[in-house]
């Protein structure tokens, strides 16, 4: 079970949180031109990475706060994790 | 016979409490603080069971956690539990434990006929033989398989036991008390570490309880009974025996079971079975210590044959003989230190020693005590079919290929030491990459990869000087990191014997003309034989030689196997072993138990379970509950004997008729503040919410980003930035993460505060022709006409003095309200309903008539929004905003949601007017097409139409818009039904929705 850094609560079990995907995939703005593909690729297709991965989870039994985890989709080591509105750099 | 081969003095056992228990039916005598397995050979009880495939008998191979053999059905406290290792399960009064895989009895095995055929179930024998012909399968060949696989019977009935979980947080987790975890466990302790310290057998100690050595001038046993003591005296400091450490997660998350009760003939009051403690720990110490491992030759299965190591145990731990006329084979220094105790209890073994020369302090003290030592000397098979009798032994050459003249020497156990195996399934399992040490001819743990670090015997390290100095060093540097002190120990003086280098001799040549089985995984009967098949048939991974052959599968996991079968897969394929490489460690180490697993989420328990505030009175008046979700809701309010069907006909038609109140508290209800509310509510849902009126309710579908429908609800505009919004039971949870996400993520720049009010609100929904007539008797001061309080208006009254929120909103196509009060009014507000309405003959509905009336009126919900449909889908196509953007609005761009013919709810009526039809029953044009018969829809809902006394159901159908009129066929393989049926409208009554207006 991984053991997340909330940034608002400090270390907690993994089994508070649940997860909610690529933290990477930007929204179209609302009311704009989209194309077919760029549609597909924000609904869509992800990249399904081995390795470094930023990806969101929300700390549901905890502040309900959904925060970015930077994590090795294959060692499941954690590097850093950032609030949501935090700029990963 | 009583203990006959118990010694006189000596072991650790309780002499003053005799127990008395069972085994294959017999009575016989042990003592507290046995084991079954020991109280057995105390009786000179050796065959305990028969092998899985050839049946043969078996007898006790080791004394712990490796024995492969050993395997009992245990009872007690009139429960069975299968797969229990005789030589882990502590005796006590009254236990009874039987031998598994073999029938009629153990003394006489029918299966052991396998063992004449067993040229004919060699490796792969199952996957070879019982191919063909295919129809065999069902009705032959797995029947037989499964009845003669599995090596116990698990219990049909439900538990009684209980068991627990538990989370617990350490600076330092100590995997093990010997003397390495010991030491370890001392020094961080001292320096104020907060220490868990685990041991899998019922004494702390390890290899310490056994060997001949003095720390700091006390015998290595005293010394580790007063490290313990003193530990268990520090608050810092907790040490658990009978618990063992299985798997090693990610984090350095580790699962330990501790058996609490299982030495115990039942469970005490309020104790727990077992215990399983989920441990995260800042660093671990790993002093798993070894295990011995075998020496492989012609029937070393035999009853009797037994790893040195353990007949040391039985005789020091528990003071029993496991042979008058022992036998000790060896490749090094161990299974003279095995002989030695003998040799102190008044009996003489004799020592093979395959090595030429060795020369060490333990081998002159054997010589001197006049034991029998033959060098160069190998046993070649074991003689005796229930037990050994004798030995063929012979001189083996320098090279070990060739042996001299058989001779046969009378014994009646053989002890083998084929040195040992470091124990390394934790430190593997943490994703620390194993190495091969060329010097002990095993693997030993390489850089470590979370915060573990293993140390003694498990790190291939078999000095015990050496052992206690790095422990030591390891405890306290360890713990200073974390608690910044840094009070040094002294560490003990060690008076061990100095051993001479192992022989990297494994496995006796057969000898000329002898073809003995010669086994490498006793559990699962796999042979040296096996693995060569495998080998020649072109298995080449080490991994699909262990599950061609099944070597190492079984319930001992290839314990005491693993190293031989590398062993023999290089020498055949010509590799060092680190190139063959080992299978994967996967955790549990050891079986555990499922009840451990599941701890208390059984039954009830297994789901919080979630009641409204009216529940009591529902119960009182006879609801029939059914599970919605967590919830536990009416489904119908049973009167007399009626039935479902029957009561929730009354409840729907008295709806229609009169009027009738539903306990609608599960639904979602979510708060909705801030002066951005109506910005984000009009991005959410499909529909225009900024012109929403204070005052007003508006139905709103919200969609997913890829357009399926997520939930529907109605939104209230309560004040100027505040809202009331209510989700479907099942969606709530998922719906407030939803505009969490959006919220937080997406639009941050939105000032809303999103919160569930779910728990706070008790929510009854009034429905039917004479609710209003109730409801202004229920708040007589408001005025309830339709001019006050017009269709999806809303207004706060007063309950007779509880504050109430009425909305007229309704889900039954009646003229209805829904009035919440705060939580704790919810049973008031209920009676004070029931009481005003019973002039109106009100009565009270469940979900199953809540269901009839939707449906009919054509109506969506979960079963019509279930994931893979779009608003058109659902006829809800008018409440898609055109000019606006919302969450999921380009996908519904998609060419298949643009599809002419796409599939749509319709309505759905048997031609015969009579038969209900299944929900799930597919639609089909053609009841006699072949297979698969093309599918147009499928029926999502059916009731039993009130208003019009005859089935009706709901379909999702293919171009259901142009197919009203049309006949086609329901059909229903699982019920065996075909059902003609014509497709209508599917709002089936009141099209024109007057009523809900009215």
Same mark, same amino acid.
């Given at each position: 079970?991984?053991?997340?850094?909330?940034?608002?609560?400090?270390?907690?079990?993994?089994?508070?949180?649940?997860?909610?995907?690529?933290?990477?995939?930007?929204?179209?703005?609302?009311?704009?031109?989209?194309?077919?593909?760029?549609?597909?690729?924000?609904?869509?297709?992800?990249?399904?990475?081995?390795?470094?991965?930023?990806?969101?989870?929300?700390?549901?039994?905890?502040?309900?706060?959904?925060?970015?985890?930077?994590?090795?989709?294959?060692?499941?080591?954690?590097?850093?994790?950032?609030?949501?509105?935090?700029?990963?750099? | 016979?009583?203990?006959?081969?118990?010694?006189?003095?000596?072991?650790?056992?309780?002499?003053?409490?005799?127990?008395?228990?069972?085994?294959?039916?017999?009575?016989?005598?042990?003592?507290?603080?046995?084991?079954?397995?020991?109280?057995?050979?105390?009786?000179?009880?050796? @065959?305990?069971?028969?092998?899985?495939?050839?049946?043969?008998?078996?007898?006790?191979?080791?004394?712990?956690?490796?024995?492969?053999?050993?395997?009992?059905?245990?009872?007690?406290?009139?429960?069975?539990?299968?797969?229990?290792?005789?030589?882990?399960?502590?005796?006590?009064?009254?236990?009874?434990?039987?031998?598994?895989?073999?029938?009629?009895?153990?003394?006489?095995?029918?299966?052991?006929?396998?063992?004449?055929?067993?040229?004919?179930?060699?490796?792969?024998?199952?996957?070879?033989?019982?191919?063909?012909?295919?129809?065999?399968?069902?009705?032959?060949?797995?029947?037989?398989?499964?009845?003669?696989?599995?090596?116990?019977?698990?219990?049909?009935?439900?538990?009684?036991?209980?068991?627990?979980?538990?989370?617990?947080?350490? &600076?330092?987790?100590?995997?093990?008390?010997?003397?390495?975890?010991?030491?370890?466990?001392?020094?961080?302790?001292?320096?104020?570490?907060?220490?868990?310290?685990?041991? &899998?057998?019922?004494?702390?100690?390890?290899?310490?309880?056994?060997?001949?050595?003095?720390?700091?001038?006390?015998?290595?046993?005293?010394?580790?009974?007063?490290?313990?003591?003193?530990? !268990?005296?520090?608050?810092?400091?907790?040490?658990?025996?009978?618990?063992?450490?299985?798997?090693?997660?990610?984090?350095?998350?580790?699962?330990?079971?501790?058996?609490?009760?299982?030495?115990?003939?039942?469970?005490?009051?309020?104790?727990?079975?077992?215990?399983?403690?989920?441990?995260?720990?800042?660093?671990?110490?790993?002093?798993?210590?070894?295990?011995?491992?075998?020496?492989?030759?012609?029937?070393?299965?035999?009853?009797?044959?037994?790893?040195?190591?353990?007949?040391?145990?039985?005789?020091?731990?528990?003071?029993?003989?496991?042979?008058?006329?022992?036998?000790?084979?060896?490749?090094? &220094?161990?299974?003279?230190?095995?002989?030695?105790?003998?040799?102190?209890?008044?009996?003489?073994?004799?020592?093979?020693?395959?090595?030429?020369?060795?020369?060490?302090?333990?081998?002159?003290?054997?010589?001197?005590?006049?034991?029998?030592?033959?060098?160069?000397?190998?046993?070649?098979?074991?003689?005796?079919?229930?037990?050994?009798?004798?030995?063929?032994?012979?001189?083996?050459?320098?090279?070990?290929?060739?042996?001299?003249?058989?001779?046969?020497?009378?014994?009646?156990?053989?002890?083998?030491?084929?040195?040992? /195996?470091?124990?390394? *399934?934790?430190?593997?399992?943490?994703?620390?990459?194993?190495?091969? !040490?060329?010097?002990?001819?095993?693997?030993?743990?390489?850089?470590?990869?979370?915060?573990?670090?293993?140390?003694?015997?498990?790190?291939?390290?078999?000095?015990?000087?050496?052992?206690?100095?790095?422990?030591?060093?390891?405890?306290?540097?360890?713990?200073?990191?974390?608690?910044?002190?840094?009070?040094?120990?002294?560490?003990?003086?060690?008076?061990?014997?100095?051993?001479?280098?192992?022989?990297?001799?494994?496995?006796?040549?057969?000898?000329?003309?002898?073809?003995?089985?010669?086994?490498?995984?006793?559990?699962?009967?796999?042979?040296?034989?096996?693995?060569?098949?495998?080998?020649?048939?072109?298995?080449?991974?080490?991994?699909?030689?262990?599950?061609?052959?099944?070597?190492?599968?079984?319930?001992?996991?290839?314990?005491?196997?693993?190293?031989?079968? @590398?062993?023999?897969?290089?020498?055949?394929?010509?590799?060092?072993?680190?190139?063959?490489?080992? /299978?994967?460690?996967?955790?549990?180490?050891?079986?555990?138990?499922?009840?451990?697993?599941?701890?208390?989420?059984?039954?009830?328990?297994?789901?919080?379970?979630?009641?409204?505030?009216?529940?009591?009175?529902?119960?009182?008046?006879?609801?029939?509950?059914?599970?919605?979700?967590?919830?536990?809701?009416?489904?119908?309010?049973?009167?007399?004997?009626?039935? %479902?069907?029957?009561?929730?006909?009354?409840?729907?038609?008295?709806?229609?008729?009169?009027?009738?109140?539903?306990? +609608?508290?599960? @639904?979602?209800?979510?708060?909705?503040?801030?002066?951005?509310?109506?910005?984000? @509510?009009?991005?959410?849902?499909?529909?225009?919410?900024?012109?929403?009126?204070?005052?007003?309710?508006?139905?709103?579908?919200?969609?997913?980003?890829?357009?399926?429908?997520?939930?529907?609800? /109605?939104?209230?505009?309560?004040?100027?930035?505040?809202?009331?919004?209510?989700?479907?039971?099942?969606?709530?949870?998922?719906?407030?993460? *939803?505009?969490?996400?959006?919220?937080?993520?997406?639009?941050?720049?939105?000032?809303?505060?999103?919160?569930?009010?779910?728990?706070?609100?008790?929510?009854?929904?009034?429905?039917?022709?004479?609710?209003?007539? %109730?409801?202004?008797?229920?708040?007589?001061?408001?005025?309830?006409?339709?001019?006050?309080?017009?269709?999806?208006?809303?207004?706060?009254?007063?309950?007779?003095?509880?504050?109430?929120?009425?909305?007229?909103?309704?889900?039954?196509?009646?003229?209805?309200?829904? +009035?919440?009060?705060?939580?704790?009014?919810?049973?008031?507000?209920?009676?004070?309903?029931?009481?005003?309405?019973?002039?109106?003959?009100?009565?009270?509905?469940?979900?199953?008539?809540?269901?009839?009336?939707?449906?009919?009126?054509?109506?969506?919900?979960?079963?019509?929004?279930?994931?893979?449909?779009?608003?058109?889908?659902?006829?809800?196509?008018?409440?898609?905003?055109?000019?606006?953007?919302?969450?999921?609005?380009?996908?519904?761009?998609?060419?298949?949601?643009?599809?002419?013919?796409?599939?749509?709810?319709?309505?759905?009526?048997?031609?015969?007017?009579?038969?209900?039809?299944?929900?799930?029953?597919?639609?089909?044009?053609?009841?006699?097409?072949?297979?698969?018969?093309?599918?147009?829809?499928?029926?999502?809902?059916?009731?039993?139409?009130?208003?019009?006394?005859?089935?009706?159901?709901?379909?999702?159908?293919? &171009?259901?818009?142009?197919?009203?009129?049309?006949?086609?066929?329901?059909?229903?393989? %699982?019920?065996?039904?075909?059902?003609?049926?014509?497709?209508?409208?599917?709002?089936?009554?009141?099209?024109?929705?007057?009523?809900?207006?009215?």
């Amino acid at each position: 079970m991984l053991y997340i850094n909330c940034p608002h609560c400090g270390m907690r079990s993994q089994n508070e949180f649940s997860y909610g995907g690529d933290a990477s995939v930007k929204r179209p703005e609302l009311n704009k031109e989209v194309s077919d593909q760029e549609w597909d690729n924000f609904v869509y297709n992800r990249k399904s990475l081995r390795g470094k991965h930023l990806e969101l989870w929300q700390h549901i039994s905890g502040c309900r706060q959904w925060i970015k985890v930077e994590r090795d989709t294959a060692t499941h080591e954690i590097f850093r994790t950032f609030k949501a509105d935090e700029e990963v750099a | 016979m009583t203990q006959a081969f118990r010694i006189e003095n000596g072991g650790l056992i309780n002499r003053d409490k005799k127990l008395s228990f069972k085994f294959n039916g017999k009575t016989y005598l042990g003592y507290e603080g046995d084991t079954l397995a020991s109280a057995l050979l105390a009786n000179g009880v050796h @065959l305990v069971g028969r092998s899985f495939k050839y049946h043969r008998p078996r007898g006790f191979f080791g004394a712990g956690v490796d024995e492969p053999y050993a395997v009992v059905q245990l009872y007690r406290n009139g429960e069975t539990e299968p797969n229990i290792k005789a030589t882990e399960q502590e005796l006590f009064e009254g236990l009874e434990a039987k031998s598994v895989n073999c029938w009629p009895s153990v003394n006489f095995d029918i299966g052991a006929i396998n063992n004449f055929l067993k040229i004919f179930l060699p490796a792969g024998f199952y996957y070879k033989t019982f191919m063909w012909p295919k129809s065999f399968w069902y009705r032959i060949y797995e029947p037989f398989i499964r009845k003669a696989a599995g090596l116990g019977v698990a219990s049909t009935k439900h538990d009684k036991e209980r068991y627990e979980h538990k989370y617990e947080y350490c &600076d330092l987790l100590i995997a093990g008390s010997g003397p390495s975890g010991l030491a370890g466990a001392y020094a961080a302790a001292k320096n104020g570490a907060k220490v868990i310290l685990a041991e &899998d057998k019922p004494r702390f100690g390890g290899s310490l309880l056994t060997s001949d050595v003095n720390i700091g001038n006390q015998s290595g046993k005293d010394w580790a009974e007063g490290i313990i003591a003193e530990l !268990k005296t520090m608050p810092n400091v907790v040490v658990k025996n009978r618990s063992q450490i299985f798997g090693y997660y990610d984090h350095n998350m580790l699962v330990m079971s501790e058996k609490v009760s299982d030495h115990l003939p039942s469970t005490k009051k309020y104790h727990p079975n077992k215990r399983l403690w989920y441990i995260r720990a800042k660093e671990v110490l790993i002093s798993s210590g070894s295990i011995e491992r075998p020496i492989v030759f012609g029937n070393n299965d035999t009853p009797g044959v037994m790893l040195s190591s353990a007949a040391k145990e039985y005789l020091k731990v528990y003071g029993v003989l496991v042979g008058r006329k022992p036998l000790v084979f060896t490749n090094n &220094d161990s299974g003279y230190e095995t002989a030695i105790e003998f040799k102190k209890h008044g009996v003489d073994p004799v020592v093979l020693d395959s090595r030429k020369n060795p020369e060490s302090e333990i081998i002159d003290e054997a010589k001197n005590l006049g034991i029998n030592v033959k060098n160069s000397y190998v046993v070649v098979a074991a003689q005796g079919y229930k037990k050994v009798k004798s030995a063929d032994i012979a001189s083996i050459s320098e090279d070990k290929k060739q042996l001299g003249k058989i001779e046969n020497i009378q014994c009646d156990c053989i002890c083998v030491s084929g040195f040992w /195996t470091p124990t390394i *399934h934790l430190a593997s399992q943490s994703g620390n990459k194993t190495k091969f !040490k060329e010097e002990i001819d095993a693997f030993v743990p390489g850089q470590s990869k979370q915060n573990e670090i293993t140390l003694g015997a498990a790190n291939g390290v078999f000095s015990l000087e050496e052992t206690l100095k790095t422990s030591f060093t390891a405890g306290s540097e360890l713990s200073k990191k974390i608690t910044e002190n840094d009070n040094k120990v002294a560490i003990p003086n060690v008076v061990e014997k100095k051993s001479s280098q192992h022989d990297k001799f494994w496995c006796v040549p057969l000898p000329k003309g002898k073809n003995y089985k010669r086994f490498l995984d006793f559990q699962n009967d796999v042979a040296v034989s096996d693995v060569e098949i495998a080998l020649r048939e072109g298995y080449r991974s080490i991994e699909h030689v262990k599950r061609y052959t099944t070597l190492g599968m079984a319930t001992d996991q290839g314990k005491t196997s693993n190293l031989n079968g @590398l062993q023999l897969v290089s020498e055949i394929e010509n590799k060092v072993v680190p190139a063959v490489g080992h /299978t994967t460690f996967r955790p549990p180490y050891t079986p555990v138990s499922i009840g451990a697993i599941v701890g208390r989420e059984v039954g009830k328990h297994s789901k919080p379970t979630r009641k409204s505030p009216m529940h009591s009175w529902h119960e009182k008046n006879n609801a029939v509950f059914v599970d919605a979700g967590v919830w536990l809701r009416p489904r119908y309010y049973k009167r007399g004997d009626e039935n %479902l069907f029957e009561g929730s006909k009354r409840e729907a038609k008295n709806v229609r008729a009169n009027v009738g109140v539903c306990d +609608v508290t599960t @639904l979602g209800k979510i708060d909705i503040k801030g002066p951005d509310a109506a910005e984000l @509510l009009n991005r959410v849902y499909t529909n225009a919410w900024l012109k929403l009126p204070v005052g007003k309710a508006r139905y709103g579908v919200m969609l997913r980003e890829d357009g399926i429908v997520m939930d529907d609800g /109605t939104t209230t505009r309560i004040s100027e930035n505040h809202y009331h919004m209510t989700t479907t039971t099942a969606q709530a949870a998922n719906v407030l993460s *939803h505009l969490e996400y959006y919220l937080q993520l997406v639009w941050p720049e939105l000032n809303v505060n999103v919160v569930s009010t779910t728990e706070q609100w008790a929510g009854a929904a009034i429905a039917g022709p004479k609710s209003r007539d %109730l409801l202004q008797k229920l708040f007589p001061n408001s005025d309830v006409s339709n001019e006050g309080l017009p269709f999806m208006g809303y207004m706060e009254g007063d309950l007779f003095g509880a504050k109430a929120r009425i909305y007229r909103i309704s889900f039954s196509g009646e003229l209805a309200y829904e +009035v919440n009060v705060e939580s704790d009014y919810g049973n008031f507000m209920w009676e004070k309903i029931m009481e005003v309405g019973e002039e109106f003959k009100i009565q009270p509905y469940g979900t199953e008539a809540l269901s009839t009336l939707r449906i009919e009126m054509g109506h969506v919900a979960g079963s019509e929004l279930d994931g893979r449909t779009i608003p058109f889908d659902n006829a809800l196509e008018g409440l898609v905003s055109k000019k606006k953007d919302f969450i999921g609005k380009r996908s519904l761009q998609r060419s298949a949601f643009i599809a002419e013919d796409r599939q749509r709810i319709v309505g759905v009526v048997p031609l015969d007017k009579q038969t209900s039809i299944p929900e799930g029953s597919h639609l089909v044009k053609d009841d006699k097409a072949p297979l698969p018969n093309p599918k147009l829809g499928h029926i999502s809902a059916s009731c039993w139409s009130v208003e019009y006394d005859n089935p009706f159901s709901l379909a999702i159908l293919k &171009d259901g818009k142009n197919m009203i009129g049309q006949k086609l066929f329901a059909m229903s393989p %699982l019920k065996n039904k075909v059902i003609p049926v014509e497709i209508v409208s599917s709002h089936y009554v009141d099209p024109k929705g007057e009523r809900v207006r009215s």
